[in-house]
Nanobody, 124 residues
Framework: QVQLVESGGGLVQAGGSLRLSCAASERTFNRYDMAWFRQAPGEDREFVASISWLGGEGDYAKSAEGRFTISRDNVKNILYLEMRTLKPEDTAVYYC?????????????????WGQGTQVTVSS
């Protein structure tokens, strides 16, 4: 069972940048497809981006395309989310998630393991 710990959240002004990290406990990290989701107060958890166990360009929600970049380091067992040009509507708790590789999924129910989340707040 893989354990995931997010970090890197915080308070940033609109237009700013943040890089989130998700550290995995297992050396088998490179066997999981990974994703970032977010949840704003009163809202459902929504997909942000995902990346194959092999790496590559990733899959992005429309709200993240062109501003966010998902990447992974399979040596350090870390997943990243680089966020640029942040907007107040990006304010949410951001979660990383892992699933056994099959095909990239945007459905939170397909992911087996979750971190505890990290808060991102973007002020206007």
């Amino acid at each position: 069972q893989v354990q995931l710990v997010e970090s890197g959240g915080g308070l940033v002004q609109a237009g700013g940048s943040l890089r989130l990290s998700c550290a995995a406990s297992e050396r088998t990290f490179n066997r999981y497809d990974m994703a970032w989701f977010r949840q704003a107060p009163g809202e459902d958890r929504e997909f942000v981006a995902s990346i194959s166990w092999l790496g590559g360009e990733g899959d992005y929600a429309k709200s993240a395309e062109g501003r966010f970049t998902i990447s992974r380091d399979n040596v350090k067992n870390i997943l990243y989310l680089e966020m640029r040009t942040l907007k107040p509507e990006d304010t949410a708790v951001y979660y990383c998630a892992a699933r056994t590789p099959y095909s990239l999924s945007r459905n939170s129910g397909d992911y087996d393991y979750w971190g505890q989340g990290t808060q991102v707040t973007v002020s206007s």
